[in-house]
């Protein structure tokens, strides 16, 4: 069995600098995979960045640098909270294909168990067939598509609207 050379574990209160950090990197790295653009987010407060955190946000670290990012948004409806959304997936380049997003979404799926949520849903942009294929793998199945989901530099993308259910 490999031996993994990063942690995988929730953010806490004390893990601000390194969610900013990574979250800002994923944004400037891979521009056409969020909804969020690195101008939104690095235009925060501390406080905003906190209160992003209430929500469970998952980190790998590999040594003390933060190289993946995973978080969970929950319903708050009476009669949604059994479902939350898997938000802000992010590998470092040079870390993907090693496993690690295995275990960021992993980690997720266990803070949404803990939870009591039984159904997890995700959106992808269409184009992306390596994050569809591994969230296929991961037990999503397409419920989906939103055309024109998200307008990048003039071109719109669709959306894959995925969902798995985990109780």
């Known amino acids: 069995m490999k031996t993994a050379i ?3 574990r929730r953010l806490g209160a004390d893990d601000v600098e390194a969610f900013r950090r990574v979250r800002l990197e994923a944004l400037r790295e891979e521009p056409v995979a969020y909804a969020s653009s690195h101008a939104d987010w690095a235009a925060l407060s501390d406080e905003e960045w906190r209160d992003r955190m209430v929500e469970p ?11 993946g990012l995973a978080g969970l948004m929950r ?10 959304s898997i938000v802000m997936v992010y590998v470092r380049r040079s870390l993907r294909g090693t496993g690690l997003a295995d275990e960021l979404i992993d980690a997720v799926i266990d803070e949404a168990r803990a939870l009591g949520i039984v159904q997890l849903e995700l959106s992808v942009t269409a184009e992306n067939r390596a994050a ?19 307008m990048h530099e003039g071109r719109e993308m669709d959306d894959l609207m995925m969902a798995r259910r985990i109780g």
């Open 75 to 84: 319903q708050r409806p009476s009669k949604m909270v059994h479902r939350a």
């Open 6 to 8: 990063w942690t995988v």
């Open 132 to 150: 569809v294929r591994f969230y296929e793998r991961k037990g999503f199945v397409t419920i989906g598509r939103i055309p024109g989901a998200l």
């Open 57 to 67: 946000v998952v980190a790998a670290f590999l040594s003390d640098e933060p190289v």
